[in-house]
């Protein structure tokens, strides 16, 4: 079985920053890609930033040159650092890998997420 556990979410001031955290844990052959997605109320789940294995990123256009995401592959560690931050920021922030897992056909894996609310 695969965990992938959220930490650093809260309740933040617009302009202030958040770092978010994502470890993934279990029977785990390798990791390719892991990512952060977010969604909030009534509004469908859209992609944030994903990162390889190797370092290349992708960025959303509404978080591009606000949002940061790196990644400690020997700690199995994806982060997102959040600069800027804005009300429509708010949202669940739910960490993605993908990844071969021993013992399951399952490659695509989502933790429990964790709630960001940027507000005054």
């Known amino acids: 079985q695969v965990q992938l556990v959220e930490s650093g979410g809260g309740l933040v001031q617009p302009g202030g920053s958040l770092r978010l955290s994502c470890a993934a844990s279990?029977?785990?052959?390798?990791?390719?890609?892991m990512g952060w997605y977010r969604q909030a109320p009534g509004k469908q789940r859209t992609l944030v930033a994903t990162?390889?294995?190797?370092?290349?990123?992708i960025y959303a256009d509404s978080v591009k040159g606000r949002f940061t995401i790196s990644r400690d592959n020997a700690k199995n560690t994806v982060y997102l650092q959040m600069n800027s931050l804005k009300p429509e920021d708010t949202a669940v922030y739910y960490c993605n890998a993908d990844l071969i897992p021993y013992g399951s056909n399952s490659r695509h894996w989502w933790g429990q997420g964790t709630q960001v609310t940027v507000s005054s």
């Open positions: 279990g029977s785990i052959l390798s990791i390719y890609v």
């Open positions: 990162i390889t294995s190797g370092g290349t990123t």
